[in-house]
């Protein structure tokens, strides 16, 4: 056996940190909860599908300067997954606001992935007394040309459909094939914890839920305009995975174009979980900046 195995409890095992479920405006939401309730808090937002482990690599780190939590969005996860034709943006800035008031927050930081950085930049635009800063990974959430839609975006999209329709192993792991540049770093341990969620029996309808918005029509719908963007005040550090798809490069690029106080920083070598791939460099960077240093 190799010396340097990798699993999300190597990442956990010597952090002190809570999972529970919380009634959040009605969801039963998974949650878990690290650090001291006396500093600064921070909210890690997971991609589309996804669920909170996706963070496993940070919480840890975090936790030693933060009060740290991450969810599980409604639709995903273990978290409840109520039957509606659609889950929309308004439906994830919503469970945010009502996740922050189940556990009491008035004012966090935000930490979010792909959908879960539109969703961070939504609620800022909703709420902005409640947020301090925000970093945000894989860029989404700017409109597209009606009728566009981005390989990327399909391929998320198709993936994620084929995993569902049939999560065998080999389905389920192409899923991270674009999240995780370093083959290596797909490990057994995060491929059996969605093949697990993606055979819940709930799982196929909350899917078709989840992929309605990245249609284009309704992707836009959701989407801030570029007037929205730009009335963002708060600090945003936006992470280029450098082996991330062309789209959310472009989108870095444009989501850096348009708000007042951003940053850009380059990750080499890695894809869609920069969080994941590079967790010390993330970690530092991203620490540094929420601390405002």
């Known amino acids: ?89 308004q439906d994830y800035v919503k469970h945010l606001h009502d996740v922050l008031a189940a556990v009491g927050v008035a004012r966090t930081s935000l ?4 959908m879960g950085g539109w969703s961070a930049i939504n609620f800022t635009h909703a709420h902005p007394e409640m947020v301090e800063r925000l970093v945000i990974c894989a ?23 084929k995993a569902i329709d049939d999560p065998s192993w080999d389905n389920v792991s192409s899923v991270f094939t674009d999240l995780i540049h370093d083959p290596v770093k797909r490990i057994p341990d995060l491929i059996k914890l969605r093949q697990t969620i993606y055979s819940l029996p709930e799982m196929k309808a909350s899917m ?37 798809s062309e789209h959310f490069r472009r989108n870095t ?6 708000l007042r106080n951003s940053a850009v920083f380059a990750m080499e070598g890695v894809a869609h979980w920069p969080q994941f791939e590079k967790p010390e460099v993330f970690n530092q960077k991203a620490i540094s900046f929420l601390l405002g240093q």
């Not at 249609?215 to 936006?238: G, H, K, M």
Request: overall charge negative.
């Open 111 to 114: 930490v979010g992935v792909s």
């Open 208 to 244: 078709a839920r989840i992929l309605a918005i990245t249609a284009t029509e309704r992707f836009n719908e959701s989407a801030l305009s570029d007037d929205e963007w730009r009335s963002i005040d708060q600090p945003v550090l936006l992470i280029e995975s450098t082996s991330d």
């Open 1 to 89: 056996m190799p010396d340097t195995h990798e699993s999300i409890w190597s990442h956990l095992v010597d952090v002190p940190f809570r999972q529970d479920w919380i009634n959040a405006g009605g969801i039963k939401t998974r949650i878990v909860e690290a650090g001291s309730p006396d500093r600064p808090t921070v909210v890690f937002l997971h991609g589309i599908a996804g669920s909170w482990e996706g963070f496993c690599a940070n919480i840890g780190p975090f936790a030693r300067q933060f009060r740290v939590f991450a969810f599980d969005w409604i639709g995903a996860g273990f978290t409840d997954k109520p039957e509606q034709p659609i889950y929309t943006m």
């Open 253 to 258: 690029a444009r989501a850096h174009s348009l």
């Open 139 to 161: 860029a989404s959430g700017l409109r597209r040309p009606p009728g566009f839609t981005p390989p990327a975006a399909a391929s998320i999209r198709n993936d994620r459909a």
